[in-house]
């Protein structure tokens, strides 16, 4: 039975990237779009995964490392006019050192979780007014646009379906890298880092180099996801990389599942789509749209405590538990099982 829910659970995964890879063939450029845009916060926040869901550390700063994934594709492709290929392995080094330089200080404060809170919330708020300081390579207040990548002459493809493409591809190339990291040896250490700081460093888990890491690769997401994110809008503003894009995918993460590298996917998409649903909903109601989405969060929150792959999980044991009953059951023949009594 487990060797054909494998199976099951293998084809429905095959059946959604298929599905995923056919959007840009039949619906409008400017779905394709937002689409492209929502997977760049998605691999931010498979980032945010590793430092807040998997390891246990708290960062308000994401913006941050975002913003500096983004800059390092501005200054290849406007300032060197290197091909925009380059801006993704860039974005990942640059993003990577960031968080590393960034991990040795707030590392120490570990124990001392107001701490963290304040000075990664420091480093999002200083983020753009740093950016503007340079306006030689950011742009300034102003900002840069960037010429739009063309996809390579052997595929007839239109831009938008390019970049769409281009950016599911990388969404999946960093979505693999990240479940390796959270089923691997470091995502082992970091979850018993995470459940009891003592406990994992006498088990031989070297506590601070673990959490230096957990800062490192999830800047790194965040860094390649600003990259991709430059890329897909062709544009790049200092106050894009503001405190609020740090709250933006704090939501995201929660929503979605903070723990989960598929809970970074739907809490991507829905931080990309409900803010604009619930606004076209206040519009037709004349109603102030942030109170809307304020409910929907509250409501998302109350029904769906540990966010939408939490919601999933609780299905799939609730239906275990309901064939375990009926199997027992009609075993026994002692009662009619589930499916007779709902049929009556």
């Not at 999002?124 to 102003?142: D, S």
């Not at 405190?243 to 599942?257: A, K, Q």
């Amino acid at each position: 039975m487990s060797e054909l829910r494998k199976r099951g659970r293998t084809g429905v995964i095959v059946l959604i990237v298929a599905a995923a890879f056919s959007v840009p063939f039949w619906v409008a450029g400017f779905l394709t779009f937002q689409l492209a845009a929502a997977f760049s916060y998605a691999i931010a926040l498979l980032g945010l995964t590793l430092i807040t869901g998997r390891a246990g550390l708290v960062s308000i700063g994401h913006s941050a490392s975002f913003g500096v994934g983004a800059y390092t594709g501005v200054v290849l492709i406007w300032l060197l006019h290197l091909p925009y290929g380059w801006a993704i392995p860039a974005g990942a080094v640059t993003g990577f050192i960031f968080g590393a330089l960034v991990g040795l200080p707030i590392t120490r404060l570990s124990k001392n979780r107001q701490s963290m809170v304040i000075v990664t919330l420091a480093l999002a708020i200083a983020m753009p007014q740093i950016l503007k300081r340079f306006p030689e390579y950011t742009g300034g207040t102003n900002g840069v646009n960037l010429p739009t990548p063309a996809p390579p002459s052997v595929l007839p493809l239109a831009q938008d379906q390019w970049i769409y493409l281009l950016s599911l591809c990388l969404l999946l190339l960093m979505f693999w890298f990240c479940r390796n990291l959270l089923h691997g040896r470091i995502g082992r250490a970091m979850t018993a880092m995470r459940n009891h700081e003592v406990a994992a460093a006498t088990s031989g888990v070297n506590v601070p180099a673990y959490k230096l890491l957990a800062f490192a690769f999830g800047s790194m997401f965040a860094g390649v996801g600003g990259a991709v994110f430059v890329l897909v809008t062709q544009f790049a503003n200092p106050d894009s990389f503001s405190l609020v894009l740090s709250i933006t995918f704090l939501t995201g993460g929660i929503i979605g599942g903070i723990d989960s590298a598929v809970g970074a996917i739907l809490g991507a998409l829905f931080v990309e789509f409900v803010p604009v649903v619930t606004s076209d909903m206040a519009m037709a109601h004349d109603f102030p749209p942030a109170i809307i989405y304020a409910i929907v969060l509250v409501a998302v929150i109350f029904l769906m405590p540990d966010g939408l792959v939490g919601l999933a999980a609780r299905v799939r044991r609730r239906r275990s538990a309901v064939n375990r009953v009926d199997g027992v059951d009609r075993a026994a023949g002692a009662v009619p099982s589930m499916q007779e009594e709902l049929a009556r």
